[in-house]
């Protein structure tokens, strides 16, 4: 199934529509699609370079909000809507175990990695920051930075090294955000080890 979905939405790139493609795949992958937006803005902001900005632009107040759509999910729907929704892509004990081991402020710092590296997945964290009652305004802000420093960091690479970049970047990506993701992860240790 997953491979299906993954190859349904490379083919959206193909398509006059695939900005508004990008935009629907960027927002629901935030709150319940499987298959990261990312797919979809590589090849886009290839077959166009002139465009990778306006892509990156796109996919971040696309992905910001449909992670508002996630936090209100968790808020107000979290058993009728929220649960059955990670139950069925097997995520809910994820989100049961973070629920029960995080405090505010890792939560916040989770969603700032789970936007630049889905780690944990954005749609988790989405869903448990609206369920843990994260202020509103923290989580569109620590959304909107997150994600925009992950699309346009994207944009960035691809403008500059083109076609010869996508295999490192699909095949190598989560890495290099993972590492960026522990690297931020040490700073905010380190900023609680000093204060």
Request: with cysteine.
């Amino acid at each position: 199934m997953l491979r299906r979905l993954y190859d349904w939405t490379m083919s959206l790139a193909a398509r006059k529509s695939a900005e508004v493609w990008l935009a629907v795949i960027a927002f629901v992958e935030s709150s319940v699609f499987l298959v990261p937006a990312d797919v979809l803005f590589l090849p886009l902001a290839l077959a166009r370079p002139e465009r990778a900005w306006r892509c990156a632009l796109i996919a971040s107040i696309a992905s910001v909000l449909g992670g508002v759509a996630g936090w209100y999910l968790g808020h107000y729907a979290f058993e009728t809507i929220a649960k059955p929704v990670l139950t069925f892509y097997g995520k809910y004990e994820a989100l049961e175990e973070l629920r029960a081991s995080v405090g505010y402020q890792t939560l916040v710092l989770m969603l700032v990695t789970s936007g630049l590296a889905h780690l944990p997945p954005i749609k988790v964290v989405t869903i448990l920051s609206g369920a843990a009652n994260i202020n509103l305004g923290v989580f569109i802000v620590a959304s909107a930075i997150a994600r925009s420093a992950r699309f346009y960091f994207l944009a960035w690479l691809l403008r500059r090294h083109g076609e010869s970049i996508r295999h490192f970047i699909e095949k190598r990506l989560a890495l290099i955000t993972g590492v960026g993701a522990a690297l931020l992860i040490l700073v905010y240790i380190a900023y609680r080890f000093i204060r």
